[in-house]
DNA sequence: TAGGCCATCTGGTCCT
DNA sequence: AGGACCAGATGGCCTA
């Protein structure tokens, strides 16, 4: 028999659940279940305590079945097993459900917690929705990013801003941070709206993209893009120091690099938005307009980084796709 | 088809 | 005693 997947219920709806499922008639007379043993995982003897039981006492019945106790199981130490009674069983059974339930609500409300997180990243997308690990890291990565844009007086369209925006997250995420803050109104402007990407807060109003992301760009040949020189321009930044970071987040390691910058400053909220959030007629600018700054002349360039692929028909739900230039190119000097 | 991600169940541990 | 939290295990879904 196949037992179904969980989905997550809408309010209101009832889950069955193995417990409820053993209750019925499948359920062996001696009390073990008849759900297939993989269903639970975890090691035999937690097997072993699923099937009999953990659970302290139940004075009745039992000194009467003593002599029915396993050999192996009478010359065990520490204290011995109550025996399931029907009883125990329902009580176990019922607390087991109860804290089924607790713990899917409180996945549901860490998951929840999770959704709002999302939703104030600077790429938000509900098509292409971050798993929770790479939520997490941008959300790091952000934090430390408004922390030295502030710090150093850095627009957050600058180079600086986004190399440690994208510090350690995996090539796709890149290449969503990528589309979602670089490119500009022009052609997305036929999006579909759940595709338009809020930067904290969401979209204005007012009308206007804030920036979007392609849906489902493609991940290489995007991605030669390599977080890993963005460490070799910290390091030469001489900025090394105290233990903000988790010991894995080494040069040569494969997670998200330390954030090696100093303590977080206070920030209001009012303070935790990019400058995209009021969005310009002409973003990104046309070159004319461009400040020559050299960061700003990098940016420029990132925002060049892709073309719009025109090619077939579209429209609102099929937007243009975007096809990346020459990324690989985009931070260097 | 393999791998990533996810929801769920579960037993253990800690805390109130 | 019961709840919160955690980590291990499992199977389903999706995508490259």
Redesign the pocket.
Known sequence: M?IK?????AEGEE?I???QWMDGDVSSPDGSASV?A?????SG??QQ??EMG?E?AEEDEEDADEGLEDENESRRRGPKKKRMTKARQERFRA??I???A???S???GL?DALENLRSIMPCHSKTQKL????TLRLARNYICALSEALEAGLSTESRAFMETLCKGL?QPTTNLVAGCLQIGSGPGAGMRPEDRLGVCPPPNPLGGMVGYTSP?LP?PPYGTYDTAHMLHLRAMKGRQSENHSPPEYNAGSVGTPPYDGPPTPPLSISSNMVPKQEPSPHYPPPPHQYSPSNVDQVLYQTQTSYDVHLEGPYDSYHPPRMVPRQITSVYRD
Request: glycine share 4%; hydrophobic share 25%.
């Open positions: 196949m997947p969980y989905v997550r219920l889950v659940s193995p417990l297939p993989h269903h639970y995982g975890a003897a937690s305590n699923r953990s302290d607390r087991r109860k804290a089924n607790r713990e899917r409180r996945m549901h998951n798993s929770k690990i790479e995996s489902g991940s």
